[in-house]
């Protein structure tokens, strides 16, 4: 599948966890977690478990940063 978005973060799953229709699915990109909230229906869809290689696409027209 070819898609225009920059943001592409490739990793491996190492968390699911579904809620009662959103799931939170944690990726490991090289050190660093990202968590996705998908739909359980696109997690079975895709049928993704621990371990499996993804990649995650990032959706926003901006990002800002703060310092903390």
Do not use: C, P, Y
Request: hydrophobic residues 45%; without cysteine.
């Amino acid at each position: 599948m070819k898609i225009s978005a920059r943001n592409q973060l490739k990793g491996h799953v190492v968390e699911v966890n579904k809620g009662q229709t959103t799931a939170h699915v944690r990726i490991d990109i090289g050190g660093a977690i990202v968590t996705a909230s998908i739909t359980n229906e696109a997690v079975d869809d895709l049928a993704l478990a621990v371990g499996d290689s993804v990649t995650a696409i990032v959706k926003a027209s901006d990002v800002i940063v703060g310092k903390a």
